[in-house]
DNA sequence: TTGTGGTGT
């Protein structure tokens, strides 16, 4: 072991007895401290002078890769020892460390993997999670994790450093309340730093509306921003008035940025230099923050610089006090990006930036009445994330259910189940949230479950040597560059990559250039300029390979085929669509800016800078959902419906509607409507509804097909029955009542007596009854009797005739019940020709089933002192009608001079013709005449027969003489019924 | 018409 020494200017070295004893008496302990303090670097040194590191590991994790290598490297250092031999780092992609090591440096995300190999964490006799009060995933996990581990690993020591002000929370956390673990408070080595709270001066103009629910209007957003602008540019104006040094501004985003750059440049003299700064500027542009020069530097970043970079040099701060923070909201499952005010904690962190080289000064453009109402902390990340990889961890680690482990600040159920649906909708765990054999498959991908099940899916079809390029590509940083000053050409760059109907194939693109350009290439030197004139980042392009070897590895160890011949786009993009269920989209509008109607009714848009924009079509899936200014969708791709049918059908849900008896399929059929989490995939889909509902559908069989005889079969019943109804349906018009047939709920119970429950449609019917009519013919023969009601006994041919005959010729009579109708009551065809031979007296009898009802009717319109010599009436009439059939009279001579004559004789009572109101008597109650053609046609129709022959009179006659000619000397007159002369005679006679 | 920053079986 070399001599351990430690350098007396860092403040935690003044303190190394202290934190050695604590550490010897207590399992866990806090150390807090701010930047500066040195106890990064000398913790793990402290550790080793305490003999830690002999038996296990002193392991040591970092948020980010980048510090675990640099601070491995100056513990190696500080030790006089190379890098990996008792020092090393431990991070994805890279392993430092040697065999006989005992501080190993990683990334929190790191140990929390090696959990699933070594849950004991055998391998380390000492932990430090450095950093806590970031409060990743990653170490709100691994706080819980090791709270629960501590009981079986006595020996195991644990230090959590943090910033002072949740030290407190960490020490309950691993201790109780009543008795929290000891926290060190070591300071900081930080300069002073003046705050001083100069809010942004806001535009005297009032904002005109106050609607909540209203966006803000644009004019109004645009001069918040310029008033933003102005702030900035007001309070770097008033820093730099206090003296030389390099100003810090943390701004929320890119376009923040560029237009501060932009206001600033117009203000400043030209030797100030401003540099923009944010994750995505490419390696060049951020490495001019970290060179120095003679101008004063203004740096304009976001966040990045407030944990991930430290800026050098900066003697004075500017924070607009915003950040743009992700959020996931359960109700609509997609991530939020908004610009929110930032906690306490980070405003804090932000001003310490410039305390570091010297007294400094920060300028915050709020209010101080602001910052006090902020919240304390930012939000942990666990409150701000979707569940459904860490549940897929924990389940995976048979840890205790996330509903009871010790996380510090515990998920709300509502997340928690959350994460469950999602982890149900790929399948991962079954309705009891138990893992599924598929779920025990994705946990071992280091990717997000969706992405994961992407993987499975491929396999399946056929494509994932292409998946495991756009998985990859999916779980790293877009390799694309866009540097706000090159966006056109970055464009024009990146436009050969482009697919007309996929932003996923595009990864396929680059990754066959980048591939052809390592194969191609003369140098590194010579690579890199390719890829920057391309536009694509080379340290991304590498991650991304990275991760794809990291997947390969697996597939290889589970020896999961990988497809030779190139996969289709319906099999990449079936198998994409299995993890992006909850991302499709309808286009429902035809306008530009309609957009797009999702899950869960939410309405999204693609992203403005994606190829797709314009030329996506109905339906697409997206990569990603993200709300910021709107609801954008990114990386997008045109699919099919039928698509999510078949990759969605556990997630859909299907309705029926319309359930009705087709006659060519003979089944019943319903529309068929299926939604996935509310949007409509299909509907108005005929589909054979019989297996679905039974029941329902042996009912409509029954009443539409059976009794409605909407039905093709050569079933002998089904013709006997329809006959008979039909019979029994025309004695009804004649009987003038709709009561003679039964009802058709009667005839239904007889089907439904004697067909089977299980016969649903026609198919099932005709074998059924093939066979059950053999051994009895009859089956399902109705009787006429049941079909009638008795009292429509009365309804004989002889009370209504189907003809009439006049002189000699054959008339047909047709009986109709429908009062109001043109054709209500009965209607007599008369031939054209025959026209002038209708008797308008004969007609007025009607037939003898009808005529009772008219006498009454004729009776009654008589005046009282009249009538009350019939009384009763209908009695009367019935005698009426006795009489006239004893003398065998209907039809003979005048119907109201036959009844005067009748009353006279029964009453002695004089009446006129003109006592009777034929006008009170309905329609119905005079012959109908239809005129027809010689081929049946109607030509017309009335009830005013005199009326219809001096229209037709004339034409009758030359028809009437055209046939007795054409007929007469042949000798073929007697043709028909038709004899010339005696219907002239008769002509003669009626008129 | 435009997205903060990290991490990994």
Known sequence: MPEITFPEDLPVSGRREEIAKALTENQVIIVSGETGSGKTTQLPKICLQLGRGEKGLIGHTQPRRIAASSTAKRIAHELGTPLGEHVGYKVRFNDTLSKGAWVKLMTDGILLAETQTDPLLKAYDTIVIDEAHERSLNIDFLLGYLKQLLPRRPDLKVIITSATI????????????????????VSGRLYKVEVRYRPIERDAVAIPTADPNKPVPKAVAAREKRDLMDGVVDAVDELCRIGSGDVLVF???EREIRDAAESLRKHHPPHVEILPLFAR????????VFRTTNARRIVLATNVAETSLTVPGIRYVVDAGLARVKRYSYRNKVEQLQIEAVAQSA???????????????????????????????????ILRSSLAAVILRMKSLHLTDVESFPF?????????????????????????????????KLARLPLDPRVGRMILAALDNACLTEMLIVASALSVQDPRDRPMEHQQAADEAHKKFADDKSEFLSFLKIWTWFEQAIEHKKSNRQLMDNCRANFLSQLRLREWRDVHSQLLTIVREQGWRLNEAPATYEQLHTALLTGLLGNIGFKDGEEPGAGYLGARGIRFHIWPGSYLVKKAGKWIMAAELVETTRL?????????????????????????????????????????????????IYSQRRIHYGPLNPREAREIFIRDALVGGDYDTRAPFFAHNRKLVKDIETLEHKSRRLDVLVDDQLIEAFYDQHIPQDIINGAGFEKWYKEASRDNPKLLYLVREELMRHEAAGVTTDM????????????????????????????????????NQVS????????????????????KSLPQKLRRHMVPLPDYAGKFMDRIHAKMAFGRGNLIDVLIADIREQTGIHVLTADFKMETLPAHHFMNFKVIDEHGRQLDMGRNLAALQAEFGRQARAQFQKMAEGTAPTGEGASGALSVPAAVALQAGAA
């Open 281 to 288: 500027l490419s390696v060049e542009e951020q490495d001019r």
């Open 251 to 253: 701004l929320p985003g």
């Open 800 to 835: 209504f005739p189907k003809a009439m005959s006049v002189t000699g010729i054959e008339m047909q009579l047709t009986y109709h019940f429908e009062p109001g109708s043109v054709r209500d009551g009965v209607t007599l065809a008369v031939p054209l020709f025959a026209l």
């Open 408 to 440: 510090i600040e515990p998920p709300t159920p509502r997340a928690i189940a959350d994460g469950y649906q999602l982890l149900q909708e790929v399948g991962a765990v079954d309705d009891n949230n138990e893992l599924t054999p598929l779920g025990r």
């Open 632 to 680: 954008y969708a990114r990386c997008v791709a045109q699919i099919q419906p039928e698509w999510i049918e078949k990759v969605g059908a556990h997630l859909l849900k299907k309705s029926y509607g319309e359930p009705r008896w087709e006659k060519r399929p003979a089944q019943v059929t319903a529309a068929e409507k299926a939604t996935l989490h509310g949007l409509i």
């Open 166 to 185: 949740d030290a407190d929370r960490f020490a309950r956390h691993f201790g109780t309340n009543e008795k929290p673990v000891p926290v060190i408070e």
């Open 840 to 859: 308008a007296e004969r007609a007025e009898w009607l037939v003898p089933g009808m005529l009772k009802e008219k006498v009454h009717l004729l009776l």
């Open 347 to 381: 405003a804090n962190q932000r001003a310490g930036r410039c305390g570091r080289v010297a007294d400094g000064v920060c300028i915050r453009l709020y209010e101080e009445d602001d910052f006090n109402k902020r919240p304390k902390f930012t939000d942990p990340e």
